[in-house]
């Protein structure tokens, strides 16, 4: 099983970029992603589950997520970047599907990409 982002990039303040996140070696209930800026511990940004989408309230309204399932990929189109989006954006999956109160845990995720680094400056 594999999780491949690509993506990423460095971006002006206000600017746009759209992370991609194929799986191949099986399906997934759940895809989603984190990010982690140097220091930080690493947080939730989206995730999407067949019940439901879910943001953290730092992107909501900005960053979509989006998923083909045709494709077992998923996508996250990230508008009006800010300085503070800078960090490594990894995908994450889960096979199976889980309750939304835990679904912003990392630990509840079982695969992992390599990460895509996004970075938004002047």
């Known amino acids: 099983v594999q999780l491949q982002a690509s993506g990423g990039g460095l971006v002006q303040p206000g600017g746009s970029l759209r992370l991609s996140c194929t799986a191949s070696?099986?399906?997934?209930?759940?895809m989603g992603w984190f990010r982690q800026a140097p220091g930080k511990e690493r947080e939730f940004v989206a995730t999407?589950?067949?019940?439901?989408?879910y943001y953290s309230d730092s992107v909501k309204g900005r960053f979509t997520i989006s998923r083909d399932n045709a494709k077992n990929t998923v996508y996250l189109q990230m508008n009006n970047l800010k300085p503070e989006d800078t960090a490594v954006y990894y995908c994450?999956?889960?096979?199976?599907?889980?309750?939304?109160?835990?679904?912003?845990?990392?630990?509840?995720?079982?695969?992992w990409g390599q990460g895509t680094q996004v970075t938004v400056s002047s």
């Open positions: 994450a999956a889960r096979t199976a599907d889980i309750i939304a109160g835990v679904i912003r845990d990392p630990d509840r995720y079982d695969y």
């Open positions: 999407k589950r067949w019940a439901g989408t």
């Open positions: 070696g099986r399906t997934f209930s759940i």
